[in-house]
């Protein structure tokens, strides 16, 4: 390096020196401001360091440094000095250091509460720290919410209401003088049990049915018309199990509804026509009290009976976005059965309908009571429940829903 470099060098760094000053020998003595100054002077990041600072001025550096680092806590107003000529180049040794240090420490600090945070978590499924999916969608929240709803309450206020009808039809109408058969009409108004024969007799062609393929079909078919399945699976719900709730909760919903409706029967039937034997046309006669509990035998056989109805109505429900669709379906196939077993030309053909063996619990009132029919009745009712229940669950474990 030639003689006048050397010198151009020197006086450089002399005023340099002069400008900026010695960081250490410069130091201002600490006063009352030096904590306030460093609260309200930490740097945002690195990059507002590196563009913000000058190599030359450190005063620039140190008013452009945020809050946070507490760097201002042991500096006091020597902060603006030496983190501005160390910031000038890459955020010099000490500031860096330090400044790093301090970073590190709170990113480490977020990284452990983060672990701890996943830790939480299952690692095995990713769930969420206390999830379960035994605890989602509990049948008795799902049998509230049903019970609330209108349609529920309506079908049960008729259901209640039907007894009173027929009794109400049965005062103002009157016998029928040219007919000599003796039907099960006319052996309603002799006693309470009667009466009630007769009620689940005309009810089971057709409202029974019906209300089992209400409350089944409108099951899932009503989540997804309000657009409220989707969220069920997003809570999450496992889709075997909302459908196995669902399955229950209907059910349920089924099974007090067709016991509601021998229970007043029976009742207004003994208001009204006072309690006696259960008498067949054929002129067998049961005790009141073994027809009570033969009644509720026949109650029993109707619901197990009308479980193909609501296996259906259940797989229609997962199958079209409509409950109007899946139930009206279920009772349409339960209609189709009755008039095909009609038709005597179809033969043995006939004992493979779920419907043949509906009103096999009629012989439970006979001297000698046959139950064949029945246990005909179970096995064929049950087969096609099972078939539709799991074309139901394999549907729906498939279904992309959109809904």
Do not use: C
Not at 30 to 52: C, F, M
Not at 263 to 270: F, H, N, P
Not at 360 to 366: E, Q, R, S
């Amino acid at each position: 390096m030639t003689a006048p470099e050397r010198e151009a060098t020197t006086t450089r760094q002399d005023v340099t020196r002069q400008d900026v000053g010695d960081p250490v020998r410069d130091v201002p003595p600490y006063d009352g401001d030096a904590a306030t100054t460093g609260q309200n002077t930490a740097p945002r990041t690195g990059r507002d360091l590196g563009q913000n600072s000058d190599r030359d001025t450190g005063r620039s550096a140190g008013q452009n440094i945020g809050p946070g680092t507490g760097i201002g806590h042991t500096t006091g107003h020597t902060t603006g000095h030496t983190i501005g000529r160390s910031a000038g180049g890459d955020l010099g040794a000490s500031t860096g250091a330090s400044t790093g240090a301090s970073a590190g420490a709170s990113v480490g600090a977020d990284s452990e509460a983060g672990a701890d945070i996943g830790g939480a978590a299952d690692a095995r499924t990713g769930a969420a720290a206390g999830y379960r999916p035994r605890g989602t969608l509990r049948v008795l929240v799902e049998l509230r919410r049903q019970w609330r709803r209108r349609r529920t309450q309506l079908v049960f206020a008729l259901i209640a209401l039907l007894p009173l009808v027929l009794v109400a039809a049965f005062e103002i109408g009157g016998e029928d003088p040219a007919r000599s058969a003796v039907t099960y009409a006319d052996l309603a108004v002799t006693s309470g049990p009667n009466f009630v024969v007769f009620t689940l007799y005309l009810a089971g062609s057709l409202l029974l049915p019906v209300v089992v393929a209400l409350f089944f079909g409108d099951a899932v078919a009503s989540e997804a018309s309000w657009s409220s399945l989707k969220y069920l699976l997003a809570i999450p719900v496992p889709r075997l199990r909302l459908l196995r709730q669902k399955a229950v909760t209907a059910a349920l919903l089924s099974l007090l509804a067709l016991g509601l409706l021998p229970v007043v029967a029976l009742i207004a039937g003994v208001i009204w026509y006072g309690p006696g034997d259960a008498t067949s046309p054929a002129g067998d006669a049961v005790p009141f009290g073994r027809s009570v509990v033969m009644l509720a035998v026949a109650v029993g056989y109707t619901v197990v009976q009308l479980a193909w109805v609501g296996a259906l109505a259940l797989w229609l429900s997962v199958t079209v976005d409509a409950p109007l669709g899946a139930v009206g379906g279920a009772a349409l196939a339960s209609v189709l059965s009755q008039i095909l077993d009609q038709i005597t030309a179809l033969g043995s053909f006939r004992d493979l309908l779920p419907t043949h063996h509906a009103w096999a619990w009629i012989g439970l009132f006979a001297t000698d009571a046959d139950v064949t029919g029945m246990a005909d009745g179970l096995l064929v009712s049950l087969v096609y429940a099972l078939v539709f229940g799991v074309l139901a669950a394999y549907r729906f474990s498939r279904k992309d829903i959109t809904t």
